[in-house]
């Protein structure tokens, strides 16, 4: 019988947001979710199969976008504060709900968002860190892509610009994984 392989490639990419002039905005919501629902969960879905025993390696591709913001300390602050009233929040709701069929719900999420920044802090406050450690372990195969997640087929056109985005891509990645990508 002919032996396959199966190749799980996750891609994490969100748009570039950072509104210092605003003390909340909608945009950056969008990055402080995808680290509560996604990124977070796919660390500790990581330290459970390497706790278990699990061997395991897939592929990760981190935008350079979403690496800019997960490296920026004002959107890490930001982060905390965020995780700090969905905490405050969630407390709230589990007295609210006491005795009724959503205390169990409430006390989920609010064991889930403690949880969320107790990781977030085991890290360092830098998913990159946690990431990195991954890839270190054999586990995670880290890939980029280009600089500003555009469709490069459509940029070439403009041959500079194509190497352009992959050249800040690149250099991006060694910035942050200390070696090119194996991958793009």
């Known amino acids: 019988m002919v032996k ?3 190749a799980l490639v996750l891609h994490a990419h969100l748009p570039f947001v950072r ?11 969008w990055l402080y979710e995808a680290i509560t629902e996604c990124y977070l969960p796919l660390i500790w879905t990581f330290e459970r199969l390497i706790s278990d025993g699990v061997k395991f390696r897939l592929t990760l591709s981190l935008s350079p976008p ?8 004002f959107l890490r602050q930001r982060y905390i504060g965020h ?3 969905l905490i405050e ?9 006491a005795g009724t069929p959503f205390a169990q719900p409430a006390q989920m999420y609010r064991e889930r968002f403690r949880r969320a920044l107790n990781t977030f802090n085991a890290y360092g406050q830098n998913l990159i860190t946690a990431f990195r450690s991954f890839q270190e372990a054999g586990r995670l195969e880290i890939i980029t892509c280009a600089a500003t ?4 087929p459509l940029l070439f056109v403009n041959p500079t610009a194509v190497e352009a985005q992959i050249t800040v891509a690149i250099n991006l990645y060694r910035k942050h994984f200390g070696h090119n990508p194996p991958g793009f």
């Open 89 to 97: 929040l969630a407390d709230k709701e589990v007295h609210r709900t």
């Open 66 to 73: 979403l690496l800019t913001m997960l490296n920026d300390d």
């Open 4 to 6: 396959g392989y199966l």
């Open 83 to 85: 995780l700090n009233r």
């Open 19 to 29: 509104h210092p002039e605003h003390q909340y905005a909608l945009e950056e919501r």
């Open 149 to 152: 997640h555009g469709y490069l």
